[in-house]
């Protein structure tokens, strides 16, 4: 079994709020390099004070097109998060998901729900 190791956002981010995509990209490319080499991570959101899904879609979301779920859920967990920011956390996961599963769909129903921008030029 492989040994577990503990990623501190806060340390990564250097900031209690993590709300920038680049920041998450971060977090992501650790998650990554981890995942790769068969790491089991806790995700440590100690100090964390701020969260938006631009972030975690960067830091987590992303993930889901490179691992598949089972990989995912078995060697990633997270710690020290809000209850909110758990909601906001699985809405990411979700989406992330549905989108992996069949990118072009999703923005085309995407394209469909919010309009085509094409079509006001």
Not at 56 to 75: K, P, V
Request: glycine content about 6%; overall charge negative.
């Amino acid at each position: 079994m492989s040994e577990q190791i503990t990623i501190s956002v806060f340390e990564i981010v250097g900031s209690p709020l993590c709300v920038a995509s680049e920041d998450g990209q971060k977090v992501f490319e650790r998650l990554e390099l981890a995942l790769r080499n068969g790491r089991r991570i806790v995700l440590s959101f100690h100090n964390v004070t701020g969260l938006t899904s631009a972030f975690l879609n960067a830091a987590i979301g992303q993930l889901y097109g490179i691992f598949d779920e089972q990989t995912i859920r078995s060697h990633l967990s997270v710690s020290d998060v809000s209850a909110d920011d758990l909601v906001l956390l699985k809405r990411v996961v979700d989406t992330a998901k549905l989108y992996f599963k069949d990118p072009e769909r999703f923005r085309q129903t995407t394209r469909d729900v919010l309009g085509d921008e094409d079509d006001e030029e």
